[in-house]
């Protein structure tokens, strides 16, 4: 029996909790998986799963080895990678926000997969809340302030946020030259689909972080959506710059308020705290920092 073949095995069926679903991801016949873990369970001498028709469950003795495996897999991947001196390789599976990997990730995606040639990349896109272990995901890629303390997170960037509208909307209710002019504004509110709460606006003012409440008739909850509706004269936004660089270049909206900026929109790399970096997550991880150094 090949012990980190069945590792491997066992360490998947128990992260996705279906022998089904490990199949399909380590592109094996379930009956093959199946076989394998019935041989390893009466090597060890302990049951690691309890079957059932609906689910898979880890027993205690299960728990405790799943996290000895996990170790033990990616202190065996480092080991070879440094004694052969081969590259990372095998399966990688990411989790991307969507606007930054229109923006930043997808268009340098070519460098990467020509330094890692033996890595296989499979990519999602959710800006929602994603469960790493149970959906498979080894790491993802998100904005804004980190709130999980299940996960442990990497900063990747720091990304200019600012203020604007459409020349149409400014028009109507006229440009507005300090935060007390805000009173008298409309605003297109954004959402968080993971809390359902409405995202305030903020300012940098001395130092500090100030927010402000702006009324509104909309709220939204997608990115596109939210800079469409500044466009469309529907009220103030804030967002990351790059977001609205080429429609600020094409006049279809322009900054306000320059002088007291939002405060800058941290961009971090994210995986499971229990789970040993592999090789794979390592070098993808510091190639994010790259792509966001250089675009900075």
């Not at 080991?79 to 606007?99: I, N």
């Given at each position: 029996?090949?012990?980190?073949?069945?590792?491997?095995?066992?360490?998947?069926?128990?992260?996705?909790?279906?022998?089904?679903?490990?199949?399909?991801?380590?592109?094996?016949?379930?009956?093959?998986?199946?076989?394998?873990?019935?041989?390893?369970?009466?090597?060890?001498?302990?049951?690691?799963?309890?079957?059932?028709?609906?689910?898979?469950?880890?027993?205690?003795?299960?728990?405790?080895?799943?996290?000895?495996?996990?170790?033990?897999?990616?202190?065996?991947?480092?080991?070879?990678?440094?004694?052969?001196?081969?590259?990372?390789?095998g399966q990688l599976r990411v989790d991307l926000h969507g606007t930054l990997a229109k923006h930043f990730v997808i268009p340098a995606l070519p460098q990467f997969m020509a330094r890692y040639p033996e890595i296989e990349l499979s990519i999602s896109e959710a800006d929602r809340?994603?469960?790493?272990?149970?959906?498979?995901?080894?790491?993802?890629?998100?904005?804004?302030?980190?709130?999980?303390?299940?996960?442990?997170?990497?900063?990747?960037?720091?990304?200019?946020?600012?203020?604007?509208?459409?020349?149409?909307?400014?028009?109507?209710?006229?440009?507005?030259?300090?935060?007390?002019?805000?009173?008298?504004?409309?605003?297109?509110?954004?959402?968080?689909?993971?809390?359902?709460?409405?995202?305030?606006?903020?300012?940098?003012?001395?130092?500090?972080?100030?927010?402000?409440?702006?009324?509104?008739?909309?709220?939204?909850?997608?990115?596109?959506?939210?800079?469409?509706?500044?466009?469309a004269g529907l009220g103030i936004i804030q967002c990351p710059h790059y977001r609205m660089k080429t429609q600020i270049s094409q006049g279809l909206v322009q900054k306000i308020l320059a002088e007291t900026p939002p405060p800058p929109m941290p961009v971090s790399v994210l995986?499971?705290?229990?789970?040993?970096?592999?090789?794979?997550?390592?070098?993808?991880?510091?190639?994010?920092?790259?792509?966001?150094?250089?675009?900075?």
């Amino acid at each position: 029996m090949d012990q980190v073949k069945a590792m491997k095995a066992f360490v998947r069926i128990y992260e996705r909790s279906s022998f089904t679903k490990a199949a399909d991801d380590l592109n094996l016949p379930r009956a093959t998986l199946t076989h394998t873990l019935n041989q390893f369970e009466a090597w060890l001498g302990t049951r690691l799963l309890e079957r059932s028709t609906r689910k898979v469950r880890p027993t205690l003795d299960g728990e405790a080895y799943y996290q000895r495996c996990v170790q033990l897999l990616a202190e065996l991947e480092e080991a070879e990678l440094a004694f052969r001196g081969v590259a990372p390789k095998g399966q990688l599976r990411v989790d991307l926000h969507g606007t930054l990997a229109k923006h930043f990730v997808i268009p340098a995606l070519p460098q990467f997969m020509a330094r890692y040639p033996e890595i296989e990349l499979s990519i999602s896109e959710a800006d929602r809340f994603v469960d790493l272990i149970t959906e498979g995901v080894d790491c993802v890629l998100r904005a804004g302030t980190l709130g999980d303390s299940a996960l442990i997170g990497k900063r990747v960037a720091n990304l200019e946020q600012i203020t604007c509208a459409s020349p149409g909307y400014l028009r109507q209710y006229g440009v507005p030259k300090s935060l007390d002019d805000l009173g008298h504004h409309r605003a297109v509110n954004y959402v968080s689909r993971t809390t359902a709460r409405q995202f305030p606006f903020e300012f940098m003012v001395d130092g500090q972080v100030k927010e402000v409440v702006i009324e509104g008739a909309l709220s939204v909850f997608g990115a596109e959506i939210y800079a469409a509706s500044a466009i469309a004269g529907l009220g103030i936004i804030q967002c990351p710059h790059y977001r609205m660089k080429t429609q600020i270049s094409q006049g279809l909206v322009q900054k306000i308020l320059a002088e007291t900026p939002p405060p800058p929109m941290p961009v971090s790399v994210l995986y499971p705290q229990n789970r040993h970096m592999s090789p794979r997550v390592r070098v993808f991880v510091d190639w994010l920092s790259e792509i966001f150094a250089d675009a900075s």
